[in-house]
């Protein structure tokens, strides 16, 4: 079978995982399909924590996450798994006070993209399940990110921080230094 772009396909559709049974599968669609378990290590539960974005502002964000049962009584840190197709990055949160907001500000080494967001407790990840539609888009130091719902489900979406140039010009001087001009 030879697959070709329907005009409704857009460039980073499936570029997304997608969760079935306790399995998170990677798609890549290029002329064939294939749908690959990457995650095979990983045990995904069928259950959700209800999550709600209390905050976001520069380099960091606030969620207040419901954690009945999947979180050691006492626990300080928490950690988040971001998925995107075929990568995964963790993102360490810490307790604010003894209730259940927890702020994450370090997040520089996750790439730009679409980035689905699970729950990391006791060797098993959790789907958020996001309660408000949040879609504030605010900086950090290296992206413009978003929390996004979809399927209300929290995911973050990353751009890295762009400019448009409308003419460029590069020059190399004498003393090795390079001159560069834009507009």
């Known amino acids: 079978m030879w697959i070709t772009e ?3 396909y857009e460039v980073d559709d499936f570029k997304e995982g997608i969760l079935i049974g306790q399995k998170i599968l990677s798609i890549k669609v290029k002329r064939n399909i294939i749908i690959e378990n ?5 045990h995904f539960m069928n259950t959700s924590i209800s999550t ?10 606030t969620l207040s996450i419901r ?6 009584e006492g626990s300080r840190d928490i950690e988040l798994y971001g998925f995107n197709n075929f ?19 370090e997040f520089s080494e996750m790439a730009a993209g679409l980035w689905r967001m699970f729950l ?5 990840l959790y789907s958020l399940y996001l309660e408000n539609d949040f879609t504030e888009s605010v900086s950090s130091y290296h992206h413009q990110f978003k929390i996004l719902c979809r399927e209300s489900y929290l995911y973050l979406e990353l ?3 762009t ?12 003393n090795s230094e390079i001159l560069f001009r834009f507009h």
Do not use: C, T, W
Request: charged share 30%; aromatic share 16%; glycine share 4%.
């Open 159 to 161: 751009q890295p921080h």
């Open 52 to 61: 709600i974005v209390e905050s976001v502002k520069y380099n960091a964000f």
């Open 120 to 124: 990391y407790a006791d060797h098993k």
């Open 38 to 42: 990457h995650y095979a290590g990983f």
């Open 6 to 8: 329907h005009e409704i």
């Open 87 to 105: 990568q995964f990055r963790i993102l360490k949160g810490k307790r604010l006070d003894e209730g259940s907001l927890f702020v994450f500000d």
């Open 163 to 174: 400019m448009e140039i409308d003419f460029i010009s590069i020059e190399e001087k004498q």
């Open 67 to 72: 954690l009945p049962y999947v979180l050691k």
